[in-house]
C-alpha cells in the first residue's frame, strides 16, 4: 500500500510504525474471510482490510478521529485472526493499537461512553476494587432489565455465580519446587482472574512445583496493562507494564528467573510484546528481556516433558483463545498436552473464530459479542463434549455464561490428570 506521510510525521515512532505496517499491506482481502465482525455485520469498513483503509486516511491528514472512524475500530476485537491469515505478514496489531491511542488522545467520546470506559479501566485491573464490584453487580443482576443501556446490563450479568474467596497462593512468595529443582519460574497472577477464578493459579502452581519447578510470585506485579492498552489509554497500561518489567527483573537479578510463566492468554500477548511498547523508553532493554523470556503455561509444560496418562472417558472439547492461536500463534500445545495426559479431544467448527470475550468487548459490544458467543457455544456444544477447556478466563466467563458443559482451565485439567485436585467446575461430572 502506498503511504504518503511527511518526513515530519515519520519522527514520531507511532506514526513510522504505522507507515512500515501500511507498506505491507496489499489490498488483498484474505483478511476478510476470518474476520468475526466482518462475518456478522457484512460491512467492508468492519473488516481489517477496511479499518486499515480508515487508520491510513486519519493519521496520513492528521486530522482528529470521527464518529465513523471511531464506531468501526471500536468494533473491532484484536482477535488478530487477520494476522493468521494474511499472506503478507501485515502487523495489524500494532496498527489498530496505534490508532486506538490516536483516539483517545482526538476524539472526544459521548459522555456516557466515558464514564463506562472509564469505570472499566479504575475498576478491573484492580483484583479489590473487581471484586468488590462484582458482589456489587450480582445483587444487581435480577434488576438487568431497567438498565437503559446495553452495556450496563452486560456489566451487571457478567458476575459469576459463585465468586471465590482470596487465595493466599496470590500474595507475593515463592514455592519450593517438590523433589530436584529444574527451573526457578515467576507466575504472572494477573488481575480479573484473581478475582472471577482463583483455581486457575493454584493449579498452575500445583503442577509446576511437581513438574520440578520454583514458582515465585513476585513483589509488585500487578496487571499486564493489556485491559487499558487496548483502550487507547497509554498512559495506564504502560504504568502497569513498567510495574512489570520492574519487578520480574528484580526477581531476575536477585535469585534468577528461567521463565514468566502467564496462564491468561490475553495477557501473555500483551507481555511477549513489551519489547515493542517500550522500544523508545529507558526500559527498552528490560522490557525485550521480559519479553523474551514470557511463556504460555503451556510452551512451559512442553519443555517440561508433562508424563503420559491413561486414557480417561471425559470428552474434551478444546476451545482455542484468539490471543493465544492468533497473539501467541501456539496452536497446538493446548490440544497436545490433553491428549498425552488421556482426554479424549474434540475442536469445534471454524475454531479460529473469536467467542466475542476479547477483554472488555462483551461489555463495550455487547450485541456483537452475543451473536459470536451463541456461534461459539453451538459450535462447541455440536461435538457432544463432556468438558470444554480453554486458556483464557475471559473466554472462560464468555462461553460458560451460554452453556450447561462445564468449562475449565486447560491447566487445571492437566493438574488433576497429574495428580491434583478435581476441578471445581467438574465436582458433579461423573
Known sequence: MQTNFTAEQLKDPGIKRANEVLRTCVHCGFCTATCPTYQVLGDEL???????????????????????????????????????????????????????????????????????????????????????????????????FLMPDARLKAMLQMAPKRIPAVSRNDDPQSFAAVGERKMRVALMTGCAQKALNTDINDATIRILRRLGCEVVVAQGAGCCGALTHHMGKADQSHASAAANIRAWMAEKNNLGLDAIVINTSGCGTTVKDYGHMFRDDPLAADAATIAGMAMDISELLVKLSLPEGNAKEQTVAYH???????????????????????????????????????????????????????????????????????????????????????????????????????????????
Open 320 to 430: 482455542a483463545a484468539c490471543s493465544l492461536q492468533h497473539g501467541q500463534q501456539i496452536k497446538t500445545y493446548p490440544k497436545d498436552l490433553l491428549k498425552r495426559v488421556g482426554f479424549k479431544v474434540v475442536e469445534p467448527a471454524d475454531p479460529h473464530l473469536c467467542c466475542g470475550s476479547a477483554g472488555t468487548y462483551n461489555l463495550l459490544q455487547p450485541e456483537i459479542s452475543q451473536q459470536l458467543k451463541e456461534r461459539k457455544v453451538k459450535t462447541l456444544e455440536a461435538r457432544k463434549p463432556d468438558i470444554i477447556a480453554a486458556g483464557n478466563i475471559g473466554c472462560m466467563m464468555q462461553i460458560g455464561s451460554g452453556t450447561e458443559v462445564p468449562i475449565v482451565h486447560t491447566v487445571e485439567l492437566l493438574d488433576w490428570a497429574t495428580g491434583g485436585p478435581k476441578p471445581r467446575a467438574l465436582q458433579d461430572l461423573a
Open 46 to 144: 468492519d473488516s481489517p482490510r477496511g479499518r486499515i483503509y480508515l487508520i491510513k486516511d486519519m493519521l496520513e491528514n492528521n486530522r482528529p478521529a470521527d464518529e465513523k472512524t471511531v464506531k468501526h475500530i471500536d468494533r473491532c476485537l484484536s482477535c488478530l485472526a487477520c494476522m493468521s491469515t494474511c499472506p503478507s505478514g501485515v502487523h495489524y496489531m500494532h496498527l489498530v493499537d496505534h490508532a486506538r491511542e490516536y483516539i483517545e488522545a482526538t476524539y472526544k467520546r459521548p459522555l456516557m461512553d466515558r464514564m463506562l470506559r472509564s469505570v472499566l479501566a479504575q475498576i478491573i485491573p484492580y483484583p479489590t476494587r473487581f471484586r468488590l464490584a462484582l458482589l456489587a453487580a450480582k445483587i444487581g443482576r435480577p434488576f438487568a
